[in-house]
Structures are given as structure tokens and as C-alpha cells.
């Protein structure tokens, strides 16, 4: 099993030491894990220019592909990944945001659906929670299959230590997340996450290319024609005549809108 742990501090803070403690807890019970890190502040990743490119001609046009491809590849090495990120504002931290908007792509031809996350958060006072949260919402748009969460009130600005009752937490979060790799457990999507995949599919395949302007979602969806979400995902029937019907209505706008991102 690979857990890649993605550092999205500036600093090696409150946040990594209760990330060690949780790696700890997974060494402890399977010695065969491999873990690797990724520092994103040593990534020195530029800001997202919005140029559009990856949506419109596809992620490699980035002007920060070389470094983006970086982090793509090692997610996609890994089997899950362990996010590390400070509550900075009632959210994640600006570098971390600044990766997600260079990969906000996903959420229009999203990947990662066999792969899980632990999103690891602490705050000084209040919004830990929202921070986790909002960084799993952004996940299930790119495709990740599950998200566990583990938002922490350390009540400090730099010298938290885990205490008892935060470990002991964090065992439970953690154990759910290793039971599930260990298993590959796999869970089906939520309706959230149903529509994009079913609305994006259906609009590029009826309306086709804007011949003036063309996508890379044009290029992308064909491959999942006739299906409701990712193959090898469960899907039950319900979610399955869900998506249908997401697709019949976005059929219906796509004579209406036809994606194209003019520029
Ligand atoms: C820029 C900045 C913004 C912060 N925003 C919040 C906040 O919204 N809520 C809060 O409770 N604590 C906030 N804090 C405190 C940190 O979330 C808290 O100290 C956290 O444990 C720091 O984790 P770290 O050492 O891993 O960076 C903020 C700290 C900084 C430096």
C-alpha cells in the first residue's frame, strides 16, 4: 500500500506534527506501507494566471505543467494520499488553494476514482471542520473515491503536541481509512458529485466540439459514453437511473449551450 503525504503548510507546524502522529499510528499497525512526502511550499509552485488553458486545450498547455504533472504523477502512484493543511482563515492555505485552482480542470474531466484521502487539519480556535470539508468537496469533483476527515482545535499558534483525546480521535479516523485501502473498499458516489459527470458528458457528446473553439473535455468524454459514473465504481440502481436522468436533462441544454471557453 502507497500513501503519498502532501505537506500544504508553509511550515512544518501544529498540523505536521499531528500528520507524523497519524503516519505513526499507521506504521505501527502495517509495516509494509510506503509512504512518501511532497512539500508543496518547496514545490514553489507560481500562482494560477486563470489563462484557461487547461480547460480549453488541456492541462499539458499550463504554463506550470512541468511542476502541476509533479503532483499529478505522484497522486497517481499512490494509493491514497494524506493531505496536511493548516486552517488558514476558516480555510486551506493559500498555497494549497493555489494547487487546487491549477487543478481545478479535474472537476470537469475528473480521474482518481480508486484512490482515498485523509485530510488532516488544525486550527487555533474555530473552522478546522470547514476547512477539511471544503477541501473533500474539491476532491470528490476531481474523482477521489472517499475522503475521511480529521479537523483538530490545537488552541495554539506553534507549539501544539497531540494530546490524548486528539490521538485517540485520530486512531478512529485513521483506522476507518486503512481498514478501507487495506480492503479496497470502494464506495458508490454521492449525487453531488453524480451531476457533473452526467451533465459534462451528456453536453459534450450531443452538442460536439465548437469547431471555432475547441475543448479538451470534447476529447475526454467519449470514453465514458453509455456510462452513469467511472467503470468499477458501485453504482446502485437508483444512482444508476439518477445519472440517466442527469444526462437526458443535460441532452436537452446541450442544444442550448454548447461549451466552448471563447478566448
Ligand atoms: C494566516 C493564519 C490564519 C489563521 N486563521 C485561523 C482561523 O481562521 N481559525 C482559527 O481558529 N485559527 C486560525 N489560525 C491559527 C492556526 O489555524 C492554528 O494555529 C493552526 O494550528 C496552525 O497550524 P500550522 O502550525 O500547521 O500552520 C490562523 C493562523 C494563521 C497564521
Redesign the pocket.
Known sequence: MKILIMNG??????????TQAVKEILAGWDASIEFSEIHLADLALPFCTGCSNCFRKGHRHCPHHEKVQVIMDLIEANDAVIF????????V?GILKNLTDHLAFLIHRPRYFHKKALII????????ASTTRALAATLAGWGFNKSYQLPI??F???T?KPEQKDLQRAEKVARRFYQDLKAQRLYAPSTGVLIPFNLFQALCITAGDDPMFPTEDHHFWPKYYGMQYAPGIPLPLHKRLLGMMIYSIGKRLAGKYIISYKK
Do not use: D, E, K
Open positions: 503548510s508553509p511550515h512544518r507546524g501544529n498540523t505536521w506534527r499531528l496536511s493543511v493548516s486552517c488558514f482563515q476558516g480555510h492555505t487539519s488544525t486550527a487555533g480556535g474555530v473552522s478546522a482545535i490545537a495554539s499558534w506553534n501544539y
